[in-house]
């Protein structure tokens, strides 16, 4: 059973930075395309970073230039750098991959940006 830890939350004032981790416990971590999803509050899940299992990655265009997501494949981790943070970018975050049919999620953390 794969599973997905993030870490790394908070409260954060506007112009802030705050870095997100996710560990994943399944083995052959580097063949996965590991991605960030976002939820605010009333609005639908959305893809915020990607980064496939070459390192190519794509970005949200609500964050591009603000955010960077990266990978330890040593580590089976996946981060994601969060610089000049907005009140807009107040959200659950989520954790995700996928292979196949087969996809899962973390158990999300929340960002909180606010004065």
């Known amino acids: 059973q794969v599973q997905l830890v993030e870490s790394g939350g908070g409260l954060v004032q506007p112009g802030g930075s705050l870095r997100l981790s996710c560990v994943a416990s399944?083995?052959?971590?580097?063949?996965?395309?590991m991605d960030w999803y976002r939820q605010a509050p009333g609005k639908q899940r959305e893809l915020v970073a990607q980064?496939?299992?070459?390192?190519?990655?794509n970005y949200a265009d609500s964050v591009k230039g603000r955010f960077t997501i990266s990978r330890d494949n040593s580590k089976n981790m996946v981060t994601l750098q969060m610089n000049s943070l907005k009140p807009e970018d107040t959200a659950v975050y989520y954790c995700?991959?996928?292979?196949?049919?087969?996809?899962?999620w973390g158990q999300g953390i929340q960002v909180t940006v606010s004065s």
């Open positions: 980064i496939t299992n070459i390192g190519s990655t």
């Open positions: 399944m083995s052959m971590f580097e063949i996965y395309v």
């Open positions: 995700h991959t996928s292979l196949g049919p087969l996809t899962y």
